[in-house]
Each structure stands twice: as structure tokens, then as C-alpha cells.
């Protein structure tokens, strides 16, 4: 995983290759060309199996990582040796830090580092992560090119050859002061956890090897330390060396069970970790085998497993059973779930931890060019939600609209894009309506008669209505006030009941809330009224009175929580005030120092694009959250979107 444009998908196509495979990227529209949704490639180094996972690195896609690492033993976080791009890779840090994940940093495009030094990028990057950051090798430079790198336990040195793995040289005399430093570094950490390798650096005593190899894994294992190595993916820099360390350093596949909370000893388990609709394959699932072995045809969920996939060098491959630890795909697990934990007989009684959706950021309203496509529509969306919980479709029965929610532009763009290419819709979007209400400011009295005579029995009711202004939040209220049977009492229903119809579409054609309605007087016909005759005659009279009762449009106002980097605070709160908004005031984020939460109020329909702003502003690591918190009255003109109603 890593930053977009880190160069983490040009590690994962090296890494599988030197493990046995060429990874290549596929034609099929469904591809991670744009780098949209995980691939997982299999590998072999030296004789040990291993899976890859490549996670998107645009952070619309996050929640494809988020779901990756809930079944990973170690993840490898890549990142540009520039100081400046540290601060893209904070959230990143921050997540691997708060799930307990093993990690190893890979410091990619180390041919970049130009006059810049390697200490520089780890002390920016430090602040962001309470885990030390343990720096494993040191780049060899001749001038302003990195030409290799020491490893700082062994103290060896080793020149990069472009596509090959890298040449065992002679330990530089001008690099030993600076090997030296570094190793020290590395062992005064790892001596806080281990009490025979600080007595020995107290000592100021040799330390081999393999004193410091037991202490780092045994620090990256259990999430205490995370390692730092070099590379330059493109030119097969650093390949080899990173497997060795993912070898050496990650866990066994038992120990992150355990870490899961998975027993050793039971019947198969596993966890669906990604949901993918094929066009011929049908539905895949891919899963952890947390507990095995698992072979094709036998229960899982309670449901039969129609395939078991493999994808060594990335290339799908069907095999008989999967064992404990492997990441496979399921076919057709039809009702099961991103996120489920299942047994042989069915859903497990206690699921493992996974991780939450987000919260929608953003919303597109579709519609179908063709209205005979609609009930497609829905059946695609559903598989559109279920390959991305992330994704959420929404029918909104009151504005009349289908809305996706999503995490971007970007993201619900690719949506619409497989929508039309794997179910061959075509679809219009905009911006979702705004849930606007109307109220009225002041009291009417509304007199309103109904009277049809068409032959046999007529239709006959008259109302006096008090139509008057509730405080806000406070809805609708009938009652009456019916004297010496002005209305008799059968008939009194269907006028609240008219009259809250009418409430359903105002003068300004919105809903109206926040009303109070009285039956005052009246006058019926022994043989002529009904009902239907007083709930007419009290439609009249609302669609009169509230036009009369100076109506007025509200506009639903949202409690906005953007969190930013301290240095975009203030272009923060500049862009919410610049979007009617109004500052309640910001602190630190608990937890994070160098960010900042800024809270405020702010009118629905200035938030529709306001993520895309946010990031644009922020590098791409500003967000927000958002609840409704009251309806309020839309100053100035009436908000364009609102008028085309």
C-alpha cells in the first residue's frame, strides 16, 4: 500500500516476478489499470508460498486497503524519498499503527534522492507514527547518484544493477562512519525491548548479525518497531533484499491468526475479504483460509463452493483446496458477504473484526437514458454495493430520485463506468436534490367551502381554519375547537388528515413543516357531506391559507467535521465560510498531532462538491464527516436548485 503515485503497483508486479512470476496487467475493461480495486498475485521465494496484495493508493479507494489489511500478516508501505511527500503518508501510518499491523516502509525511487539524505525523509515521517522507524539501510551515493545501499546489520554493501538482483561490493571507507551511526541508531531501539541486547550496547560490545536479527523480527511481529528499506522498483532495485526481510522479519501466518483471534484447532474457517462479479466466472469471494484445509465442492457458509482460485504471477489458476494461511477466491458464494466470517455449516456465531465503510463524502443521482432499463438498474447497483461496500444506493422515495454515495468523484465515476461496461446501461447523473422544506411566518384564518350538486346525493362541507407557525423541529399539529356539533365528530378526522395532505407540497412547492392547524367552525348538510366532501373543502382552504401565511423556504444545515493538516486549517475554514458556512471553532484531532478537526455549520447544498475543493487543497488528505442538525431560512435568492424544483 502507499500514497497514489508512490510506485507501490510497479513493487507488487517486481516482487511477484522475482518470486516466480511475471505480473501483467490485464486489457479486460474490469482492470486495475487506474489502480481502482486490489489484485492479489501469487509467488514463490525461495520454496516459501506467499500472496501479494495491491491495494489502490487514491485515497477514494482506501477502504480496498482498509479490507486487505484486516487479513494480512505484514504490509509493506511505499513511499517517495522526499521529505515533502511524508505528510501523504501520514493517515497511511496512522491506520497500520492503530490495526497493530507488522510493517516494513519501503522507501521507493531511491534514484530520486538526488542531494536529499535518507535521515531527512525518516524524521519527517516520524512524527506521524509512535512505532520508532528503524532505518535498515543507508544509500551509497557516488556524487549525486544512489548507487546501492549498506545493510546496517550485516555490514555489507551491494551496488544496484538495473533488472538484476544487486552486486555484493566492498564496504565503502567513506560510508563506515555513517554505517556505523545508523546501526547504532537501530540497536539503541531495539535494546529497549530486549534486555541481553541492551546490556550489550551499554557494554559498548560487539553485536553479530543474528543478535540483532532475533529482536527485529521478534519488534516488527508484534507491531513494536516498523523497518525501513531502500529500493527503486522500476529498475528492480531492492527486490531481492525486501524479500529477504519480508521472509525473515513477518510473521508466521499462525502468529497473525492468533493476533486475529483465530484458534489454532477447529473446523475450517476463513474471511471474505473482496467481492467481485465476473462477466463469465460469475461471483468470486476472495478470503483467508484462517483455519483449513478447504476443498473445492465442500460446504462453506452453509453454502457449496462452486471453484477455488489461485493467481500465481497474477494469472487465475484453479486448483482442488486451499490450506491454512493461503488467500484464494471462492466461486459463487452466493448471500455472502465483504467482511463475513464462515464456518463449514454457516455464518460464525462470532465474526472476526473487520473494518467499517466510511461515511459518504459524495453523491451523484442516476437515472436511466431508457426507462425500461430501471429494474437492470437496480439489480446492478446492488452488485455495485456488494463489490464495494463503500458504495451505498440510496432510494429516496421523497425527492423521487436513485442516489449513489461514495468517496469521491473519482469513485462513483468508476462505478458509472462498470455500470455501463459490465451491464451495458446507460445512465445520466447530477447533483442529488436538496431536501428543501418550506414553513410559514405567520397566523391565518381561512375560510373554505365545498359544494357539488351533480344529481341524487351532492357533496357539501365548510371549514374555518387557524393556520399558524410552530416553533422549529416542533412538525404538524391538528386540533380542533367544534362547538354545539358545527362538524359533526365523525367528520373530524378526515380534516386533520386532508389537512396534513396538504402539507406534503407547500406554495413553494416543498414540504411543509413546523405547522399548526385548528379546526375552528364549520357548517355540514344532514344528507350532502362525507368525508371526501371535508377533506376537499380543507384542501381548499390550506392551499389558500398557507400561500397567505407568508411562506418561506428552509434549507437543511449540516454539522461539518473536516479534518486537514494544521498547515491547511486555515484554507479550511476559508473554504467553509466561503460556502455560507459558519465556524464553530477547531482543535487539535486527539491522537494526530500536526492535524486539526474544524467544526462548523453549513447549508446542505454547498457540500455536494466540497470534497473535491477540500482535497484539491490539502494534497488529497483533507476529509470530512457530516450530520443533519436543523433546517434554518435560505437568505438572499432562492438557491438555484430549489427554483428549477
Known amino acids: ?63 480496498e486497503a482498509a479490507c486487505a489489511l484486516a487479513v494480512c500478516d505484514i504490509a509493506v508501505l511505499v513511499c517517495e524519498p522526499s521529505p515533502d511527500r511524508a505528510l501523504a503518508v501520514a493517515p497511511l501510518l496512522k491506520q497500520l499503527e492503530a490495526g497493530g499491523i507488522p510493517t516494513i516502509i519501503f522507501v521507493n525511487k531511491i534514484d530520486t534522492l538526488g542531494e536529499g539524505r535518507i535521515r531527512d525523509t525518516l524524521a519527517a515521517l516520524q512524527p506521524y507514527s509512535r512505532r520508532p522507524l528503524v532505518l535498515r539501510q543507508v544509500p551509497i551515493r557516488e556524487g549525486e547518484q544512489v548507487t546501492g545501499y549498506v545493510d546496517v546489520i550485516s555490514e555489507r554493501a551491494y551496488r544496484f544493477r538495473r533488472g538484476e538482483p544487486s552486486e555484493l561490493i566492498a564496504l565503502p571507507a567513506a560510508m563506515r562512519e555513517r554505517e556505523a551511526e545508523a546501526r547504532s541508531a537501530l540497536l539503541e531501539v531495539l535494546a529497549d525491548h530486549d534486555d541481553g541486547l541492551l546490556e550489550k550496547v551499554l557494554e559498548d560490545a560487539a553485536v553479530t548479525p543474528e543478535e540483532v536479527f532475533r529482536p527485529l523480527h521478534a519488534d516488527i511481529e508484534k507491531g513494536a518497531v516498523v523497518e525501513v528499506m531502500l529500493g ?198 447530477a447533483h442529488p436534490r436538496v431536501p428543501y422544506k418550506e414553513t410559514i411566518r405567520r397566523a391565518v384564518h381561512q375560510h373554505a367551502r365545498h359544494k357539488r350538486q351533480t344529481g341524487g346525493h351532492g357533496q357539501f362541507a365548510d371549514v374555518k381554519l387557524e393556520i399558524e407557525p410552530r416553533g422549529r423541529g416542533e412538525g404538524f399539529l391538528f386540533t380542533d375547537r367544534i362547538v354545539g356539533g358545527a362538524v359533526p365528530k365523525k367528520f373530524i378526522p378526515a380534516v386533520g388528515e386532508a389537512a396534513e395532505e396538504a402539507c406534503r407540497k407547500g406554495p413553494l412547492g416543498f414540504p411543509v413543516v413546523d405547522v399548526g392547524v385548528t379546526l375552528v367552525d364549520g357548517q355540514f348538510h344532514s344528507v350532502d357531506s362525507s368525508d371526501m366532501a371535508f377533506a376537499t373543502a380543507t384542501r381548499i382552504g390550506m392551499q389558500e391559507g398557507l400561500a397567505k401565511a407568508d411562506p418561506v423556504l428552509l434549507e437543511p444545515i449540516d454539522h461539518v467535521t473536516v479534518t486537514v493538516p494544521n498547515d491547511y486549517t486555515a484554507s479550511a475554514q476559508r473554504l467553509l465560510t466561503g460556502r455560507r458556512g459558519q465556524i464553530l471553532g477547531y482543535a487539535e484531532k486527539e491522537g494526530w498531532p500536526g492535524w486539526d478537526e474544524v467544526e462548523a455549520l453549513v447549508p446542505q447544498a454547498e457540500l455536494h462538491d466540497l470534497i473535491i475543493e477540500l482535497r484539491s487543497l490539502t494534497m488529497g488528505l483533507g476529509t470530512f464527516r457530516r450530520r443533519f442538525d436543523h433546517l434554518a431560512e435560505a437568505r438572499g435568492p432562492v438557491p438555484a436548485a430549489a427554483a428549477a424544483r
Open 1 to 63: 500500500m502507499g500514497p497514489q503515485g508512490s510506485g507501490k503497483s510497479t513493487l507488487y508486479e517486481a516482487l511477484l516476478a522475482a518470486a516466480g512470476g511475471a505480473a501483467r496487467r490485464s486489457a479486460d475493461p474490469r482492470s486495475r489499470i487506474m489502480g481502482t480495486e486490489l489484485r492479489v498475485g501469487h509467488g514463490a521465494y525461495l520454496g516459501d508460498p506467499w500472496a501479494v496484495i495491491d491495494a489502490p493508493g487514491s485515497v477514494e479507494f482506501a477502504y
Open 232 to 429: 527503486a522498483a522500476e529498475q528492480n532495485s531492492g527486490i531481492q533484499r525486501l524479500w529477504k526481510a519480508l521472509r525473515h522479519d513477518g510473521p508466521n501466518p499462525l502468529v497473525t491468526a492468533s493476533r486475529r483471534g483465530v484458534a489454532p484447532e477447529g473446523e475450517p474457517l476463513v474471511q471474505v475479504f473482496k467481492t467481485l462479479h465476473t462477466g463469465h466466472g460469475g461471483k468470486l469471494s476472495f478470503a483467508r483460509v484462517w483455519r483449513g484445509p478447504v476443498r473445492d465442492g465442500q460446504q462453506m457458509g452453509g453454502v457449496r463452493i462452486g471453484s477455488i482460485t489461485r493467481f500465481p504471477g497474477g494469472e487465475a489458476t484453479r486448483v482442488a483446496e486451499a490450506e491454512t494461511g493461503e488467500i484464494v477466491a471462492f466461486g459463487r458464494l452466493e448471500g455472502v458477504a465483504t467482511g463475513a466470517t464462515l464456518l463449514a455449516a454457516g455464518p460464525a456465531a462470532e465474526p472476526l473484526p473487520f473494518p467499517q465503510p466510511p461515511e459518504p463524502v459524495y453523491a451523484l443521482a442516476v437515472t436511466t437514458e431508457d426507462r425500461k432499463d430501471d429494474v437492470k438498474l437496480s439489480g446492478a447497483l446492488q452488485r455495485i454495493a456488494e463489490e464495494d461496500p463503500s458504495i451505498s444506493v440510496e432510494q429516496d422515495a421523497a425527492l423521487g430520485q436513485t442516489v449513489l454515495r461514495g468517496q469521491g468523484d473519482i469513485h462513483l465515476g468508476h462505478a458509472l463506468q462498470r455500470l455501463a461496461a459490465n451491464y451495458g446501461l446507460k445512465l445520466n447523473s
